[in-house]
């Protein structure tokens, strides 16, 4: 059974430019969140998707948006990158109907240079 | 607004117990978890409590008490490889079914010979 997996791992873009995030959650969950974790720092809560919508949102500009498919894969977007995008984002996928933990993806760590 | 607070940097030594405490204050309470995260890596689930009490998970121990919005995980028997950053996350409800975890910004434990 394979965990949440989310690619790529490393990612290296430039200022302005735009990104595409990944990822597949654990087999049987349907929610996906997606987190963003700076150095030192905690993980913060970008938004979460289930039935394919946004069903909440943390405190982060449009320039991040998101997207789940029919199978509960997601995506993370963020357009106009900035330096202070570089971060690790992490996505968590859990059931929503169960009153369990959620299970992290490795992360992507994003560097904009 | 929301806000979880525990240390930044703990120290202990290999064979001992250490005590990481948790406070928070947030509104929609519907669980508190610990979990374990290495350098890079993504964070796993270490225990999980919605009711007041102590559950104990082998070597890991984690308490609660909503009325003083108060948390603590207990490591026993320490062991080099529990050298890690250790994060508290309240899960919020909002209505719904929709949780997100709210994160403390995790206490980087040092685990020394």
Redesign the interface.
């Given at each position: 059974d394979a965990g949440v997996t989310q690619s790529p791992t490393h990612l290296i873009k430039t200022r302005g430019q735009q990104v595409t995030l990944r990822c597949s959650p654990k087999s049987g969950h349907d929610t996906v969140s997606w987190y963003q974790q700076a150095l030192g720092q905690g993980p913060q809560f970008i938004f979460q998707y289930y039935e394919e919508e946004e069903r909440q949102r943390g405190n982060f500009p449009d320039r991040f948006s998101g997207h789940q498919f029919p199978n509960y894969s997601s995506e993370l977007n963020v357009n106009a990158l900035l330096l202070g995008d570089s971060a690790l984002y992490l996505c968590a996928s859990s059931d929503r109907f169960l009153n369990t933990e959620a299970f992290f993806g490795q992360g992507t760590r994003l560097t904009v240079v | 607004g929301q806000n979880?607070d525990q240390p930044t940097e703990m120290t202990a030594t290999e064979g001992a117990i250490v005590q990481i405490n948790c406070t928070y204050q947030t509104s929609g309470f519907?669980?508190l978890?610990w979990?374990q995260q290495h350098a890079?890596?993504?964070?796993?689930?270490l225990s999980?409590n919605?009711l007041d009490g102590l559950e104990e998970k082998g070597r890991f121990s984690s308490f609660l008490s909503r009325s003083k919005g108060y948390s603590y995980l207990l490591l026993k028997e320490l062991q080099m490889k529990d050298s890690a950053s250790y994060?508290c996350?309240v899960r919020v409800a909002?209505g719904?079914?929709?949780?997100?975890?709210?994160?403390?910004?995790?206490t980087l434990l040092a685990v020394q010979p």
């Open positions: - | 979880i519907n669980g978890f979990y890079g890596e993504a964070p796993t689930f999980y919605v994060l996350a909002r719904g079914a929709t949780n997100k975890l709210i994160f403390g910004t995790g």
